[in-house]
């Protein structure tokens, strides 16, 4: 057999079952961008939390949220042709489980959608042809910035991100905390993490394991009063700096969705940084998404293009980051899948 059929044969539907339209999925495909972008309008407008309770008619959720009623009608009829809401009788509307995780409520995804369906994002991704030409970031084209630097300047787009950042990890963490085991760690480093919602969460499990906050000053100034609220400020100690020149004395490292932000020479000066400062043999840990062979739909590969685009990062397969430890010094040890789109990714001093 040659391997054009064993392709074919592999691919071929299941006994009895339709293959997709060709013409259907492409155009699916092609007409996404309008998805996303109903998406931001309703997520801005909590039309989710407006039908918490029950189905309303559309007049009613037009009026409360000061929009035009047909427009909306038929922004929620399409959302709800894929499942987004649901229509329940004529112009009466209700949450389906996919638009009740856009709940304003903790663990909910709403922050994290409102930032992928950003204008913001729309005008990055126009630039996709100039990152495929240079390998540039297209947002460095649009701002003349470092995407990070563009961050810290538009207030309302930084706060957005960081907002989505969180929400992110708090969708997350249970079964990060599910799958690895904290105890014994001393004092774990968090590294570029935001306001401190990871690493928190781990301290509240782990009551002995203290913690360090460490990220640019204008992040971190944003943690203080969410770490006196949890009371954990007496085993908790916030740093800022640049992790490019260097990181805290640790005994263990974590850092959660931050190498695949970067290049490979980066992410290796970055993991370099932690395994010069680190206070014994420890460990550097990451949380990030681990990309599979084959064709089968990952998360990660969608997120992979966003790192290319944005701050030109991108995401890895195990191989990959077993040759980052090793230039920085590090080896590999384990990789544990969780029940979430992350991996816990464990590296030790050889």
């Not at 013409?23 to 039908?51: E, F, N, P, W």
């Not at 919602?197 to 499990?205: A, N, T, Y």
């Not at 992040?219 to 490019?244: H, N, P, Q, Y």
Request: hydrophobic letters at 45%; a negative charge.
């Amino acid at each position: 057999m040659t391997e054009t059929t064993v392709q074919s044969q592999s691919s071929a539907p299941a006994h009895g079952a339709h293959p997709p339209d060709p013409a259907a999925q492409l155009m699916q495909v092609a007409t996404g961008y309008m998805a996303s972008a109903c998406l931001h309008v309703i997520a801005r407008l909590k039309i989710a939390d407006a039908l918490i309770t029950a189905p309303k008619p559309v007049a009613q959720l037009a009026a409360t949220a000061h929009v035009d009623e047909d427009a909306l009608y038929r922004v929620l009829r399409a959302l709800a042709s894929i499942g987004i809401f649901r229509e329940t009788s004529p112009r009466n509307f209700a949450n389906t489980a996919v638009s009740e995780a856009m709940l304003t409520r903790a663990h909910s995804l709403r922050d994290m959608v409102l930032f992928i369906t950003d204008p913001f994002h729309f005008r990055t991704f126009a630039e996709l042809t100039h990152t495929m030409e240079t390998g540039e970031s297209a947002v460095r084209k649009m701002t003349d910035l470092e995407p990070f630097e563009y961050l810290q300047k538009d207030k309302a787009e930084g706060e957005m991100f960081n907002a989505a950042m969180t929400s992110f990890s708090a969708m997350n963490m249970a079964a990060v905390l599910e799958a690895y085991d904290f105890s014994g760690l001393g004092t774990l480093a968090d590294i570029a993490g935001g306001h401190g919602m990871v690493l928190s969460s781990i301290l509240r499990k782990y009551p002995d394991l203290k913690g360090i906050l460490f990220d640019q000053p204008h992040v971190v100034s944003g943690a203080t009063a969410s770490i006196e609220m949890e009371k954990l400020d007496r085993r908790f100690r916030i740093v800022a700096g640049d992790f490019f020149q260097a990181v805290p004395p640790a005994d263990n490292y974590l850092l959660k969705h931050i190498i695949h932000d970067w290049d490979d020479d980066r992410a290796v000066r970055i993991l370099q940084n932690c395994a010069e400062a680190m206070t014994g043999k420890g460990k550097v840990i990451l949380l990030e998404t681990v990309i599979t062979p084959g064709n089968e739909p990952h998360l990660g590969k969608w997120i992979d293009i966003e790192m290319l685009v944005i701050p030109s990062g991108r995401e890895r397969t195990e191989a990959e980051y077993a040759a980052l430890f090793t230039r920085a010094g590090l080896r590999l040890s384990r990789v544990l899948p969780t029940k979430s789109p992350l991996s816990v990714i464990e590296a030790v001093k050889p």
